[in-house]
């Protein structure tokens, strides 16, 4: 989901939404939520939308930058970590 976005937590609904449309079983896998173009933002914006997501229950939330690789380190980490506590 796009920090860009003016309101990224109805995006993520909608986004959800459609998914279920698309097939409900998509729902029920594990959820990572990217909140990406962290570099077109400011620190703010990002803390304001990392509030929402957490007061909505959304666990597994990043913050990554494609342009400034920020943020994309951290979360391939917590993904291998995640993958390798599976086997």
Excluded: C, M
Excluded at 71 to 76: I, M, P, Q, W
């Amino acid at each position: 989901v796009s920090l860009e976005n003016e309101d990224p937590l109805t995006t993520y609904k909608l986004i959800r939404s459609e998914l279920k449309k698309f097939d409900p079983e998509h729902l029920k896998k594990e959820e990572w939520v990217l909140l990406t173009q962290s570099d077109l933002v400011e620190a703010d914006t990002i803390e304001h939308v990392q509030k929402l997501f957490k007061k909505a229950k959304i666990a597994r939330v990043a913050v990554v930058s494609g342009e400034t690789e920020e943020g994309v380190k951290e979360f391939s980490d917590q993904l291998i970590k995640y993958l390798r506590s599976l086997v």
